[in-house]
């Protein structure tokens, strides 16, 4: 992590905003506000509630080729729908959360002005973070792509049954497999699903991933964790199986079959987070996991 400021000034600021219910109005205002103040805004809304009348929204690729910041306001799905849409265009990313945990997006509603004018003023710390890149491979069907920060995750599909596949790495085999799915995780989603699987807390300054079952029929399937530089494939193994789901982020899922492959790769560019200038990572996971608190 770096606490360098970047050598360029915010002047034109991209905000990808889930507006959510309308009890959501009044802080998002403020933040709009307290936002506007320090540059030119242009918004991306990524629903279609009413709290944002009278602005004009933008597409997020206006943010991409115009802002020199691009702020989310929501929660850390609102940032993950953000990091994806926007890593090729190597603009910085700041989180405020207006959701429930907000592992990611950790600027509060109610420190949000004191932030604000620190980052602008150029006191903020910053980290780059890596994705993932999923490319499922078809049969009889041009391939399909989607990038994911936290993970990717098979799993089965319409169905409590089990799915069995194969997961290899580098092309050697690791294991074969009878569970609900795989998650296959970042540094970054190690506090996301793989960690209610069972998955390691990871720091996000590490070039790993983790592979995690998800409920194994063979307890002796644990996570296990791997360099980041290492390709991942999985395929399904039962013939004739019923066609299992594949996910990025929790979005954008995708139906594969037997005869099909998931190839999951580190992807080629970063994501710079903006965090305020007394971020503490260990904080944060105090503070959300409830850790040292007496019962």
Request: with cysteine; hydrophobic share 40%; charged share 25%.
């Amino acid at each position: 992590m770096s606490s360098e400021p970047l050598d360029r000034a915010f002047e034109t600021i991209g905000v990808i905003v889930r507006q959510g219910s309308l009890s959501r109005c009044e802080p998002l205002m403020r933040i709009l506000d307290a936002l506007e103040r320090h540059g030119r805004l242009l918004v991306h809304p990524l629903d279609g509630d009413g709290c944002l009348d009278g602005l004009q929204p933008v597409p997020i690729e206006d943010i991409a080729t115009e802002a020199d910041l691009a702020v989310s306001v929501g929660g850390d799905g609102t940032l993950l729908a953000a990091a994806r849409a926007l890593v090729d265009s190597q603009i910085p990313l700041l989180g405020i959360n207006l959701g429930r945990l907000g592992f990611l997006a950790d600027v509060t509603l109610e420190q949000v002005e004191a932030h604000l004018q620190n980052i602008f003023d150029g006191r903020y710390r910053m980290e780059s973070r890596f994705l993932l890149e999923g490319c499922i491979e078809f049969e009889e069907q041009e391939p399909i792509r989607h990038r994911a920060l936290n993970d990717i995750v098979l799993h089965s599909h319409e169905s409590i049954s089990m799915i069995e596949f194969e997961v290899y790495t580098n092309g050697q085999l690791i294991n074969r497999q009878r569970a609900d799915g795989l998650i296959v995780s970042t540094p970054t989603g190690s506090t996301a699903y793989a960690l209610s699987g069972g998955g390691p807390i990871m720091h996000p300054s590490l070039e790993a991933l983790a592979l995690v079952p998800i409920c194994p029929h063979t307890l002796s399937h644990r996570p296990i964790v791997l360099p980041s530089d290492q390709q991942i494939e999985i395929r399904l193994s039962q013939p004739g199986q019923d066609i299992a789901q594949v996910s990025f982020d929790g979005q954008n899922r995708r139906l594969i079959g037997e005869r099909d492959r998931l190839v999951i790769r580190r992807y080629e560019r970063e994501i710079t987070l903006l965090h305020p200038a007394d971020y503490d990572y260990y904080h944060i996971l105090r503070a959300k996991l409830n850790w040292s608190n007496q019962p």
